[in-house]
């Protein structure tokens, strides 16, 4: 076969931090490659590189089937290569023409004239592209500056299109229009990679499938020859037997209920759509879904650090809608999130354990002073209790390693007494150890009667942990399953969407029996 | 063809900084040198005048440490306010504007406030000063939280509003411009009331300004204000990770605005002892404080003790250069510029190499 793109043994770190280890890649000529994996697999930096914006550390790649070196995106662009990205890259105040204007050069001389519109018209016709040339960026729909976006690449005259996430920010609609504009081009001899977790899409669209895991190469295979099973497989990983313990305590009341809950992402598309659930106490409740499915909003919108659209959420028969991160906290929920980076919201990096410890409750202290006497306590005795690795208590976080780190902020989050405790990705990269202690951690707190929602990434890791997982996709609730009645199958075909249970035999996953809001208050 | 890229260190060890900052000054004063032999001056003696500030064989000695001190004062406090307001991540590079603006208002109090004693004079003109450009402070960062504004843009351009209406207030001879001479007819600043003064301590000879005191206090209660304070952590928790600021229930727009008012008045407090000081107001009134500020805040990784130390140590090296330069026909004091350009120059290049170190790129073993 002959290849547009070859990648072999592509290895890129930031740091400490591996984003792709070894990896192998081709591109035919004419063909749809799709490019899945979880949010954090390393796509986004693989394609990355491809387009100039980063240099692998080691590895080489071919075009053509000759070896180059992509210094910048300038570089990239004159192999042929054009990528779409998922932040797009216009200028707001400039028109359609103006923005495809900018980037075209002619041996390195600005074009403009007459000639410049008939083509980008002629490029648009060929393709089928439904655009208005005059039309500011600022006054754009998503789809339309996608649109101008992909038109952009082709009248540079790429032959490899690389599209990031292409349908994130697209209704059913545009998706099929998208689709249908991509078939054409690949008609046309394009070649293209397109970046997405949806099985769905994968399917529909793709020729074959490479499929990257935690930032390693797992396979590629003929879409025609898979199916989404086998797929969620490859992206999750396969089952193995795990020994995690998961005491079975007497259940209370609901702590927390979630009602008709919407929420929209930083983009402002909805991230929760319309979803109910509730924890009771000493009930460890797992939320599953492929990442960036709206875990994250949902967090920071129980933690009070994001508006929610519509809904309710009701701690202990009180609203916390609308309240302050504080009052909520003061409320006995404690909430803590370990995003990608690992740092970025609960700890500050460059200050001590000590001063970490502090974060919620430095204020009430008295005086102006901070007391980092009792801190310092504090945090000898989470370093004590959890076993964080750590030369001292005045050790930066940002020096210890992810699982000291992650002992770090659920210690504090623990210490404070909770009632419910919402924590994401707590295990995230660490080794089966420090992942143990935090299963520990996390039982030790339902045995005392605490209510905690657990968003996890791995299926085999929650249905050995959480007694109950809610299921959710595109921020939609696939239903609520009972982890000793359920398989990691049926959790894969809800995450991916295939699957909807919420309404089986006529009861309503996520609004408990004894709930303490009554159906009027619940439709209000 | 790349094949080499630039990794950051693990850990940056003192010693090695330490070592390459050698490394760096000593590099830069060969380059100095041997401008200076070609000018046909003796760089060891043009050197040694400068370390000592001119004091070796000098009889009146004692005038020149005054005068070192009077310089060391506002770059002092106000590289102590740009760590303050740096260790938040606010990047105020409004120090001269900030400077001036607060020059201004102690002048004003200082021309028109008279018949009150030499202490409280001095006093109004520090409020004054420390009112006026902490409201600029302010107004910066109200539009940074409400807007969202680029304070690094915002201050930026009150360095030059203030730079011309202090010129506009030099150069024009008005029945209303109090600040000018009314004997000369061509329009120079006048020199404050004797009760606009600052005071100072005599010992022996030297006499101590009063001024010094201020500024070492001020650096110990910043110091302690950073360090064990609630507002002080809260300013290296928003610095660190505002996010996590959010996350803890603090209100960061509320710190950003209180800091940024503590951080400019305090560099208006400066502007209102250098003016008391020199008794009278000018467009180069500043020195340069905020700007040098900025690069003392950096070098001294935004530790308040480590300011207090290369705050004096590039005061030496400003000054010294100025005497030294002073004595010689053929270098006059844009040499002492030009000097210290590339002292820091190379002293930051050391800072980079210390911290980042250069690595070879391996190729793929193709299969």
Known sequence: ?524 | MRKYHLVRRADAKLKRTLLYYAIGILASLLIGAVILAVLGVNPLEYFGKMFTIGLVGNKYGYRQIEGLLKNFVPLLITSVALSLSFKMRFWNIGGEGEFLAGAIAASIVAFQVTGLPNFVTVLLMCLAAMISSGLIGVAVAALKVKFNTNETLMTLMINYIMLYVIKYIGETKADWNFFLQEESDRPIFGTFPQSAFMGSIPIGKFSLLWSVIIAVALTVIIYVYLKYTKHGYEISVVGDSSATAKYAGMSVGKIVLRTMFISSALIGLAAALAVSSAGTISDSITNDVGWTGIIVAWLSKLNIPAVFVTSFLIEVLQYGCQIAASQYPAIDSNYANLLQGIILFSVLVADFVANFRVVRKEDAKNA
């Open chain 1, 1 to 524: 076969m002959e290849y547009a793109i070859e990648l072999k043994g592509i290895t890129k770190s930031f740091g400490p931090v591996a984003a792709n280890k070894n990896i192998n890649l081709a591109l035919a000529k004419g063909e749809i490659l799709a490019l899945l994996g979880e949010n954090g697999s390393g796509k986004t930096t693989l394609m990355n590189m491809l387009s100039g914006i980063y240099m692998p550390d080691s590895g080489s790649i071919f075009i053509d089937g000759k070896k180059v070196e992509i210094n910048s995106p300038e570089d990239s662009g004159k192999l042929g290569i054009g990528m779409v990205h998922q932040h797009f890259k216009l200028v707001e105040r400039f028109t359609a023409l103006e923005n495809i204007q900018i980037g075209m050069r002619d041996d390195g001389r600005f074009v403009h004239g007459k000639d410049v519109r008939k083509k980008i018209e002629d490029t648009a016709a060929k393709f089928g592209f439904d655009i208005d040339l005059d039309k500011v960026v600022a006054n754009m729909a998503v789809s339309e500056k996608q649109t101008l976006e992909i038109l952009k690449v082709l009248c540079y005259g790429a032959k490899i299109i690389i599209l990031d996430e292409p349908t994130a920010v697209l209704t059913v609609q545009e998706i099929d229009k998208l689709f249908a504009v991509l078939r054409k081009m690949r008609d046309e001899g394009h070649s293209i990679i397109i970046i997405t977790h949806k099985l769905n899409e994968v399917m529909a669209i793709s020729d074959r499938v490479t499929i990257l895991r935690h930032g390693e190469y797992i396979d590629t295979v003929v879409t025609k020859e898979t199916n989404e099973k086998t797929l969620t497989e490859l992206m999750v990983g396969r089952k193995i037997t795990l020994n995690i313990d998961r005491p079975l305590i007497e259940k209370t009341h609901p702590l927390l209920e979630i009602r008709d809950l919407t929420i929209k992402n930083d983009e402002g598309a909805v991230a929760i759509d319309h979803i109910n659930f509730y924890i009771r106490g000493g009930e460890l409740l797992g939320v599953a879904g492929i990442a960036g499915s709206g875990q994250k909003e949902l967090c920071e919108a129980i933690a009070g650090l994001r508006k929610i659209e519509s809904g309710q959420m009701i701690h202990e028969g009180e609203s916390i809608v609308g309240m302050s991160p504080k009052k909520i906290l003061e409320h006995g929920i404690s909430m803590s999130f370990i995003p990608e980076d690992r740092l970025g919201m609960g700890l500050a990096p460059s200050l001590s354990i000590t001063d970490n410890m502090i974060l919620k409750n430095y204020n009430e202290a008295t005086g102006p002073f901070v007391d980092r006497k009792s801190a310092r306590e504090e945090a000898q005795k989470v370093i004590d209790k959890l076993e964080v690795v750590t030369p001292s208590t005045e050790t930066p976080v940002r020096r210890l390693s992810g699982g000291n780190v992650q002992k770090v902020l659920l210690g504090r989050e623990i210490k404070s007494g909770p009632n419910v405790l919402i924590t994401a990705y707590p295990v995230r990269g660490l080794d089966i150890n420090s992942s143990y202690t935090i299963y520990n951690i996390l039982n030790e707190e339902k045995k005392k009667g605490t209510g905690i929602l657990f968003v996890g990434e791995d299926l085999d890791v929650m249905l050995a942990l959480c007694d109950k997982i809610m299921v959710i996709c595109h921020g939609r609730l696939q239903g609520v399953v009972n982890s000793d009645h359920t398989t990691k199958e049926e959790i894969g075909l809800m995450m991916t969407g295939t699957l909807n249970i919420v309404n089986k035999e006529g009861k309503t996953d996520g609004i408990a029996k004894d709930s303490a809001i009554t159906d009027e208050e619940g439709k209000a």
